[in-house]
């Protein structure tokens, strides 16, 4: 399996975007190697901007440059974007719907040594309650790139969140990649796996594993987290009758809380989430890390039993 | 563009007031203070400054004018109704459920706005990016930022001085509204700002400090703004928080509260008494 950050995605999607879109300008907060936009900023010098380490001011600036048409790319760690920025999202950017695309690098636990203060776990949460806001979570690095190219030609605010280890390349250039449309990765009858973000790979091992175990198992790639592909966690729902969300993320207002707010309206069915749950993270390796706060396909295997069990209850 | 004398401009400044008064008045709420404390600079800077056209709102070359102090929408509405973008009497519909007007400035629904903003300390960012835009383009369009003096608390206006400075954005003008009160009392009690000049000169800002409500003065700062180049300029307008209307002036108190219909009754009394013969007297 060939491994790749997602953020590499990130940085070949604004190279590709530099030699077709003249529009398009970059913005990062003194963190250009680290969130691959050096990349663009060697290539495209005229068109980089560095506005240093002032985050609430790289958003005011992006704000102005796409009110003169523009379309800016502002880029740094997530937990400095979403949470440090969000009042001047919320009210400059979402409130007007400026073409502003936020990149927040260094999302999840995984991120690792550098400890909780880094590893951006709301995000989703943050960004997903923004009107106007558009939410991607790609789930390799090909994903991430064909996101940033979508993103640019998308008219409005919208947030990509990529992260910082290299992670299993499992999609394809060939695979068609809609914003708001989820992909069904795995078909299966007896339960749901619906994820975001390279934390997908775990879900679709699990799903193997399930499958084994004569667990017919649907996967779902929830790339797309707002607007969410409503349609298809409900019909998931529906026809499978079980659901485990997976996101290296807090649950609480993440990808497992936006599912359920759907299926309580629409459709209910025992739910469990994998996630981060209610907890800051803490220095590790990414390893380390994804095996204390449960974010393995063995984690996810065994939520899948338990809601199996549930369901049978249920039923 | 047709300019205004200093004496065609000084009725017109009466009438800017007095629709603050009236707008506020008729909302039941609002701001008052910091709105009539600028009403000479945005009276000069809509009048005489800027590049605008009111009829072609989506002109790719006008100046552009980024209100980062929110509250004191009612200042801009009024200079915007009385410049002829939208009807004076839509005035009164300021904080009106379905009013293009609202309480805080929308770009969404009032076309002719440059941005939304209310949420203090953020306008000088947005505006150094449409000054950085008309660099790359070539473009000569000037970019005008109004900020009140308690604003300056922020944060996020220092990280934009020196964004403004580094890019060297001499084709930005900022404003500051120093009429030295915020909600919870003087400037300097509060949290103090002074000394203002030395900051902005030390953030290499090209720093222009005059009377805020003399006409003369105005138009001779943003003359000068205009000529200097390689820096970004700012305007220190020393103001008088509810200028024009006695019981308000210089009083915290009406920050963010409007006059009740005898107080507007008496404020309209003393913006069109002819000079020397004030209610003071």
Redesign the interface.
């Known amino acids: 399996m060939k491994m790749k950050p997602t953020r590499d995605g990130y940085g070949e999607g604004l190279l590709e975007l530099g030699k077709t879109n003249p529009l398009v300008?970059v913005l990062d907060a003194d963190l250009s190697k680290s969130t691959r936009t050096d990349w663009f900023m060697k290539e495209f010098p005229?068109?980089f901007?560095d506005?240093?380490i002032?985050e609430?001011?790289?958003?005011?600036?992006?704000?102005?440059?796409?009110?003169?048409?523009?379309i800016?790319f502002v880029t740094t760690y997530g937990v400095f974007v979403a949470g440090r920025a969000w009042?001047?999202i919320?009210?400059?950017i979402a409130?007007?719907?400026l073409n502003v695309k936020i990149a927040g690098a260094h999302g999840g636990i995984s991120v690792g040594p550098d400890g909780a203060t880094h590893q951006a776990l709301e995000e989703i949460t943050l960004m997903r309650v923004l009107p106007n806001m558009i939410l991607v979570v790609p789930c390799d690095a090909i994903e991430t790139k064909k996101a940033t190219l979508a993103l640019a030609s998308l008219q409005g605010p919208a947030y990509l969140r990529f992260t910082r280890e290299a992670s299993p390349v499992f999609t394809s250039e060939s695979d068609i990649f809609e914003i708001g449309k989820s992909i069904t990765l795995k078909k299966g009858t007896d339960l749901t796996l619906i994820g975001c973000g390279p934390i997908v790979y775990e879900a679709l091992m699990a799903a193997e594993e399930l499958n084994k175990l004569g667990i017919s198992t649907r996967v779902i790639n929830m790339h797309t987290i707002k607007p969410l592909d409503k349609e298809t966690i409900i019909k998931a729902a529906l026809e499978t009758g079980a659901i485990v969300t997976v996101e290296e993320h807090q649950v609480m207002g993440g990808l497992g809380g936006a599912v359920a707010e759907i299926l309580v309206q629409n459709s209910p069915v025992p739910v469990e989430m994998i996630g981060i749950q209610d907890t800051f993270g803490e220095s590790g390796t990414p390893e380390e890390l994804a095996e204390k706060y449960g974010l393995t396909s063995r984690h996810i295997i065994e939520a899948s039993k338990k809601v199996l069990k549930r369901k049978t209850c249920r039923a | 563009m047709v300019f205004f004398s200093v004496d065609k401009l000084e009725p017109i400044c009466k009438d800017i007031r007095a629709d603050i008064l009236r707008m506020t008045e008729a909302a039941g709420s609002g701001h008052p203070g910091g709105s009539l404390s600028a009403v000479e600079l945005m009276t000069v800077l809509y009048f005489n400054v800027l590049n605008h056209r009111p009829q072609e709102l989506e002109w790719s070359e006008r100046d552009r004018f980024i209100l980062s102090k929110g509250h004191a929408c009612p200042v801009v509405y009024a200079v915007m109704a009385r410049s002829g973008y939208f009807p004076v009497e839509e005035l009164l519909t300021l904080r009106k459920l379905g009013s293009r007007l609202q309480g805080h400035p929308n770009m969404k629904s009032l076309p002719g706005l440059e941005s939304s903003s209310g949420s203090l300390g953020q306008g000088l960012s947005v505006a150094n990016g449409l000054a950085l835009a008309a660099k790359i383009d070539k473009r000569d369009y000037r970019v005008y930022c109004l900020m009140g003096d308690g604003e300056l608390q922020e944060g996020q206006i220092w990280e934009a001085a020196m964004t403004a400075a580094h890019y060297k954005l001499d084709n930005v003008c900022a404003l500051v509204d120093y009429n030295n009160l915020q909600i919870d009392g003087k400037v300097e009690d509060v949290k103090g700002i002074a000394p203002l000049k030395e900051k902005w000169l030390s953030f290499n800002w090209h720093v222009i400090e005059i009377d805020g409500h003399d006409l003369e003065q105005v138009e001779k700062a943003y003359a000068e703004a205009k000529q200097i180049k390689g820096k970004p300029s700012i305007i220190i307008a020393k103001t008088i928080k509810g200028k024009g209307v006695s019981f308000m002036e210089d009083v915290a108190g009406w920050h963010g509260k409007a006059p009740n219909s005898e107080e507007l009754e008496q404020a309209l009394k003393e913006i069109y008494v002819q000079e020397g013969s004030t209610l003071k007297n």
């Open positions: 300008l005229e068109r901007f506005i240093g002032a609430q001011d790289m958003l005011g600036t992006a704000a102005g440059l796409a009110l003169a048409g523009k800016p009042d001047q919320r009210t400059t409130y007007a719907e």
